[in-house]
């Protein structure tokens, strides 16, 4: 029987080296000077230390023990979690003029990183960063922790990294070489430039308006304004990098007093700016309370630890943006026209600070909507110019009743004086008005209509068709793996073949006079009037048909798409909603992805 133990233990032994190679296996990246900038996602495996006490042998020993998973669909955010998480990829470097690769942690609040690259003749390089050391020991003065990683050209290196922090465990790994580096950092640094440049001369234009129009609803939203820039500093690292580079105490500190401030002036500003005091006492005292939850929690968050306060107010952000959201649909239902206005340019800017949000505690993935979509705030200028505007109107108009008042010897000339001012500020708020609008029915990537046009449009579309005893069909169309094409050929591409997707199901749909508009990320949505379920099914698998046909070609790369495609027959007869008729369709899609892609389901029995 001992024996048999020890062939038992060989075995055993045997099976978890195995399965460390094949680990390390997949876990190669080939590294090529036509390839500059590479996103590790795809080859990274991850160990969580929930103890924190691993060091490098003991997660060598993991590694080679088969306990490195890879990411979960290669998404490398967590939550909030405790302990350490040790991620390994292995580098084979093939590009000979290329012998020096930056590594680049695309989140900038990660407390301690530890870098070890491990070579073949058993030398281990080890490097230090995150924001618990100052900025200045960075290889690269950067806004995200950086390392320069030295990789012999042929020689496989294995690289480990250690991340623990009280943050958001966000740990997305990308190389570049430097050449590509200083690319990509000119770039993001002049975006960067650009929106807080918009950011500072919204900042003066309305603090010109307060100071003329004196209206406190100006103020606050200049508190609002400074206390958002404030934020997207300290989460971007610009914070950080320019401003306390010497203390990393005020780095952890500033995310959650920067939040708590900018809601304090986003709930200050709805207060003033809805009049909820005079139309909902009991909303306006909710939002007073929220302004002395927020003081009270940024005071304290000053002396509890990050772990702490952090999460508990981007939690918060949620609770706030929602009772914001409640606030003006119920002001609105009162009468009060511009609660319409507030809703309509607000919307975008409160979603994407609840994706931000949400991507902190790992509920939406990482990725360029959910990371930068908190920035689509700034279409809040239409608004402001609009309600500047409207000031300006009913002040040239009391003007025009009081010049008409003065003398009758100067009305004349008064009068086509202020007629004149005032047919500017109409033509100005005409204009504003008539942006605003087509702004928000169009959207800015495809060119197609909104899903907020389409739910507009589809109820008129609907009754239409039942006065001349006509079907409508509903189709919902889901470009296949689309994730898969960001996650290797980068968002730009993906959104190259939202494009060609959108132009391609365009094509198809004009003859039938369709509704179509993009429903969100890459899924759209078309109301084909006028064709019941045979023509429906054919025009759905002329989409199908489109798509897969011929592949986008972007950037030198031809790569082939798809699509599930969920449909729905209207039963015009009956008085249904828009909602439960998207239900129905999205059912139908759900059934097209769960029987293999690239096909067609309906809501009904039949199938194609």
């Not at 190389?175 to 650009?194: H, I, K, V």
């Not at 009991?282 to 939002?287: C, I, P």
């Not at 898969?484 to 959108?502: F, K, M, P, S, T």
């Amino acid at each position: 029987m001992g024996w048999l133990c020890r062939i038992g233990f060989v075995l055993i032994s045997l099976t978890a080296l195995l399965a460390g190679g094949r680990a390390r296996a997949e876990s190669t990246v080939d590294l090529r000077s036509e390839q500059p900038i590479v996103h590790l996602a795809p080859w990274t495996h991850y160990f969580h230390d929930a103890g924190a006490a691993a060091d490098l042998d003991a997660a060598r020993a993991a590694f080679n023990a088969g306990r490195f998973q890879p990411l979960p669909s290669q998404n490398p955010s967590f939550g909030f979690k405790e302990g350490a998480f040790w991620f390994h990829v292995r580098l084979a470097n093939h590009a000979v003029t290329e012998p020096r690769w930056l590594l680049v942690q695309q989140y900038a609040l990660s407390d301690k990183l530890d870098v070890f690259a491990a070579y073949a003749d058993g030398r281990v390089a080890h490097h230090i960063g995150g924001d618990a050391l100052p900025f200045n020991a960075r290889s690269i003065r950067y806004r995200h922790p950086n390392f320069m990683l030295r990789l012999p050209v042929g020689e496989p290196v294995d690289v480990f990294v250690r991340v623990e922090s009280q943050s958001s465990m966000q740990v997305p790994l990308v190389l570049y070489t430097p050449t590509a580096f200083t690319e990509m950092s000119r770039d993001a640094q002049f975006a960067m430039g650009l929106y807080y440049g918009i950011l500072t001369a919204l900042f003066f234009y309305n603090l010109v308006l307060w100071q003329m129009l004196r209206d406190s609803s100006y103020g606050w939203y200049l508190l609002h304004i400074t206390a958002f820039g404030l934020v997207l500093l300290a989460l971007n690292g610009l914070g950080y990098e320019y401003l306390w580079p010497t203390s990393p105490w005020l780095q952890d500190r500033s995310v959650p007093l920067s939040i708590c401030l900018a809601q304090i002036g986003m709930q200050q500003f709805a207060r003033s700016f809805l009049g909820l005091k005079a139309r909902w006492p009991l909303g306006d005292r909710v939002g007073l309370a929220m302004i002395l939850f927020f003081v009270a929690w940024g005071i304290a968050s000053i002396f509890l630890p990050y772990r702490v306060s952090t999460p508990l107010a981007s939690l918060a952000v949620f609770a706030s943006i929602v009772w914001i959201a409640v606030e003006a649909v119920v002001v609105t239902r009162s009468g009060y026209l511009p609660a319409r206005l507030f809703l309509a340019a607000w919307g975008m800017f409160l979603l994407g600070t609840g994706m931000f949000a949400a991507v902190a505690f790992a509920q939406l993935p990482k990725m360029f909507v959910t990371d930068y979509g908190v920035q689509i705030g700034s279409a809040m200028e239409m608004l402001l110019l609009s309600v500047a505007l409207g000031y300006r109107y009913s002040a040239l108009r009391n003007e025009n009743e009081r010049v008409v008042r003065e003398a009758k010897e100067q009305l004349e000339h008064k009068v086509e004086q202020r007629t004149s001012e005032l047919s500017n500020a109409l033509a100005q708020l005409g204009d504003a008005h008539a942006r605003l609008r087509e702004s928000s029915q169009r959207d800015g990537l495809t060119g197609l209509h909104t899903r907020m046009h389409f739910h507009e449009r589809f109820t008129p579309l609907v009754d239409q068709a039942r006065q001349h005893g006509h079907a409508v069909t509903l189709l919902m169309i889901d470009l296949d793996h689309f994730k898969q094409i960001n996650d290797e050929h980068g968002h730009l591409v993906g959104d190259e073949c939202l494009r060609w997707a959108a132009h391609a199901i365009g094509q198809v749909l004009r003859p039938h006079n369709a509704l179509l508009a993009r429903f969100g990320g890459e899924e759209f949505v078309a109301a084909l009037p006028g064709q019941g379920l045979e023509e429906g099914l054919a025009t759905a698998e002329a989409i199908r048909i489109a798509l897969a046909a011929t592949p986008c070609r972007t950037g030198g790369r031809s790569l082939p798409l798809s699509a599930s495609i969920g449909m729905h027959v209207v039963d015009v007869r009956m008085r249904c909603t828009i909602e439960s008729a998207l239900q129905q369709a999205d059912d139908a899609l759900y059934r097209a992805k769960a029987d293999g892609r690239n096909c067609i389901r309906t809501s009904s029995a039949r199938a194609a």
